[in-house]
Every structure is written in structure tokens, then in C-alpha cells.
């Protein structure tokens, strides 16, 4: 499903057969591609890092089409395969290779000593255990052919089809993943496992892999899943995957949403189930990130700003707007914090370090735009945005213009000036506010200064109090210009005015009387 424009390649399906080992940390791999072809072509180029001074990174040995040998070349970071093809044909390219993974598998002891694997392979980390096109716009299934020592256990995305004892006390474990994935979310992980089957979810079955040790703490947290996993098919749309994993691994993310087999650092299970918004994000991804993948690492808010927005309405329905207000503060402040520090726009083209892209500005900002477009449309066009949206591109990529032309459609709206100050704009709107009560007119003269760069565009809501602290009314005005004086007449005098009562607007500012 290839969606970046221009390029010669749509893969269309993986299968990575790997052998694992005790002895030391070198993996033997062959891996099979069917590639459609998009254009002629006389080269073909997967990423793959080759050996390193270090000794790390892998060699391939061969590369073959129906057995027959191809001539193939390794740079530092791809191998480059002379084939000729033409546009519309359709050939499965084998490559086989081997070598200690520089990255992307962590081959480690864990907490307890035991020694396991688990892939980390975001964002474009994969290519150095996997030749693959390592993008987030080409999604394919993928199959796992896991060989290694049969003490342990294999996790991977999809469904296991196959175990199977092998002599020298080796196993074959075979997992099978139908819907297309970025290469970002595949996964496998081999260690000693205590796994548990947390429950069924409308005929998904609900799974916790946690480590022996860890058991019942891990399966107590890990249960959690079960009852997040409802919210998310009620309001967002079909669960895209077979089952759903909850794996305590080896990982350098707090979490990462793999495909319908969820790693999460080892330190997540606590026996307390303080990962409840943890576990809420990954599996908020399974929808936004896994299924609906951004075209462009640029638009990875599609990902992150949704799945920390998604984790506040989950606590929001489930324990009360408080919590939500809370979550949003807190937020916000994280943002206002950033945006001292680098003056970026969230959909940042610029930024060529991935992990860079891991910053308040794709996770907090982004949820907060989602925050204040729910605020613009109303909650049932903006669910029926999302859910739209979603059906759209599930099992796709989208754009940051592809959210917005699904929103504009559900509401009739024109989103084209909030999407372009909130996600194309650095920065947020710094108020000034001065106010002055006239006793003689009855009214309060307001004015508005921006104090960023570029003015925006949005609706500021304030509460107005009287003497002995007592709540007269709210008023909501629109602010547009970088200063703006507005006249509200009042019935009797005005001690304080306050700002944003209801937690809808990302600013910073102070108000003041004159």
C-alpha cells in the first residue's frame, strides 16, 4: 500500500525466517519480499545496515528470484539488487543474511538475569536485523518464523500458526499477520514468558506475556487491556488486528504499540496498575499510529497527539471531566514549557532525527488541537469525524489534510485556518489582558494584545466576578487581531475577570484590571 509518491516499490508482503542462538548474538535470517513494481526498474534497494568496524550489522550471503542467483551489492545502509522488472509485475525476492544487530533487536538479560530478544524497531530502526523498506507508507502483513531454543517463548504480531518441535532442542514458532503494518510496528519477542489469557473482547482474544518473576503483579496490570479495549471499538471503529498482547519486554520507550503485541518496559509492572494510561496510549495506537499510519514521519502527531488525546477522553468517560481538566493543565503547561525552548510547528518537515520527533509538540500540542477542534465542532461531529477518518484509512496513511478534509466533510465546517495556525504555525497565543470597569456606563472595556509573532484566529471564553468573590457570568469573545478592545456592558461592578474557565483554549497570558 504503497502512498509516497514516486517511488518504484509497493511491497506486498514480508516473511522473515530467523534463527536465534545461546550461544552468542548472531542471527542467521532469510527473508522473502513479494514487491509490485510501480515502475520499470533495473535496481532494486531494501535498507539493511551492513557490518559495522565494530563488528556489528549484517552480511548478506545471497540473494535469489525462483532460486536463481541475483548480483546484488551492500552499502552502510541498504543492499542494492540488479533486477530488471517492469511496471505492474509482481516477484518475491529472497535474501539471505546474517549477522549481530547493531540495533532493532535488543538481544539482552533482563532485570532477572534471563537472557531474551525484543525488537525496538521505531521509528526506522528495523533495517538493522530486517531488508525491508523501512517507511512508514509502505504497509504489508508479515509472517515470523521464529527458530531458536525451545526453553523459550515467542511472541509477534498476528496469530501463531505453527509450533513445532526441532531436534538439538530447538523450536519453530510461526506467527502470521494479514493486515498491512509500517515497518515500525512489527515485532517478535523470545524470552521465558508467563503468559496469561486475560479475556475475550467482542472475539478478540486479550493476552498478557509478563516475565515469571512478575507473574502476578503483571497479569493484575496487564488485565487492565480488557476493559480499555470496548471504549476504543465503541467509539473509534472495529479493532484492526486478531488479538491483542500486553508483553513485558526490553525496550528503550516507556511503551511501544506494536501491532496487536504491545511492549512495554520492564519496569511497567508494578502490581499497582499505575500503567492504566500507559497501556491506554499503546493500545490507542492499535488505531492511530498501527492502522491508520501517517504518510510522512512530518505528520506523526496523527499518531502521538491522538493517542494522548484518546487517553484523556478514555479518563474522561471514566473517571469524570476533573481528571480530564487535569490531564489537559498539565498538558498544556508541558507545551508552554517546549515552546520557550524551540519555536517549532507540530507537522515539522525539518526535523530528519526521528526520536527528535518524540516532543511536546507531537504529543501534547497535538492532543491539545484535537482538544480545541472537539470544542469548534461539537462532540457528535467531531466522534463522527474521527470515526469517518478512521473507516478512511484504516489499514492506510493518512495526512494531517486528510484528517482535516474528513472533519471539514462531517461538519460542514471550513478547518483550513485552525489547521493551519495550530499545526502549521510555531507557537500558541500569548494574551495580554487589561480590563476596566465604568461605573457611570455599567460596563467593562477588555483589551486583547497577542504578544506571539503571528496573531491567531479563536475563541476566548472568561468569567466574570463580582464583589465578595460571587460568579456573575461567563462571556465568550472571538480574538483575532494582534490587539483587540471589546465593550461588554455589566450590571454592577467587576472585581476579577478569569481567563479560559473551562480548560478549552492552549494559551499562555495574564489579566489584569487597569
Known sequence: ?????????????????????????????????????????????????????????????????????????????SVQITLAAKAGEKKTIEITYEGIPADGLVIANNKYKHRGFFADNWPNRARNWLPCVDH?????????????PNHYQVVANGIQVEETS?????????????????????????????????????????????????????????AQATEILPWFIKNVGPYGYK???????????GG??????????????????????????????QWFGDMATETEWAHIWLSEGFATYMT?????????????????????????AYTKKT?????????????????PNSYQKGGWVLHMLRNQLGDSAFWKGIRAYYAKFSGKNASTDDLRKSMEAVSGQDLKQFFQQWLYTPGHPVLDITWQYDKAKKTVTLTVNQ???????????????????KHLFNKTITVKDKESTITIPVDGPIERISPDPSTKLLFEGSVKPL
Open 1 to 77: 500500500m504503497a502512498q509516497k509518491p514516486g517511488v518504484p516499490i509497493d511491497v506486498q508482503h514480508y516473511t522473515f525466517a530467523l534463527t536465534l542462538n545461546d550461544e552468542n548474538n548472531n542471527i542467521q535470517g532469510k527473508a522473502a519480499i513479494e514487491v509490485l513494481f510501480l515502475k520499470n526498474v533495473s535496481t532494486l534497494t531494501f535498507e539493511l545496515v551492513s557490518k559495522r568496524a565494530d563488528g556489528k550489522g549484517m552480511t548478506v550471503q545471497k540473494v535469489t528470484e525462483n532460486n536463481q542467483n541475483l548480483t546484488f551489492q551492500q552499502s552502510a545502509d
Open 136 to 148: 512508514p507508507a509502505d504497509k504489508a502483513p508479515v509472517d515470523f518464523i521464529v527458530t531458536a
Open 166 to 222: 526441532l531436534e538439538n532442542n530447538l523450536k519453530l514458532t510461526h506467527y502470521k499477520e494479514t493486515a498491512p503494518l509500517p515497518m515500525k510496528v512489527m515485532v517478535i519477542g523470545v524470552a521465558d514468558f508467563a503468559v496469561q489469557y486475560a479475556g475475550d473482547v467482542q472475539g478478540i482474544p486479550v493476552y498478557s506475556w509478563v516475565y515469571p518473576e512478575n507473574k502476578d503483579k503483571g497479569f493484575y496490570d496487564y
Open 243 to 253: 488479538k491483542l498482547a500486553n508483553v513485558q519486554s526490553k525496550t528503550m520507550f
Open 256 to 285: 511501544l504499540e506494536n501491532a496487536g503485541a504491545i511492549f512495554y518496559s520492564e519496569g511497567s509492572v508494578t502490581g499497582t496498575r499505575k500503567s492504566e494510561s500507559l497501556l491506554t496510549h499503546e493500545i490507542a495506537h
Open 312 to 336: 484523556i477522553l478514555y479518563f474522561e468517560n471514566k473517571y469524570g471531566q476533573d481528571t480530564a481538566r487535569k490531564m489537559l493543565l498539565e498538558d498544556r503547561g508541558q507545551v508552554i
Open 343 to 359: 519555536q517549532k510547528p507540530i507537522v515539522d518537515s525539518s526535523v530528519k532525527d526521528y526520536m527528535a520527533l518524540l516532543n
Open 451 to 469: 504578544k506571539q509573532d503571528t496573531p491567531f484566529k479563536f475563541p476566548l471564553e472568561l468569567s466574570f466576578y463580582g464583589t465578595d468573590r
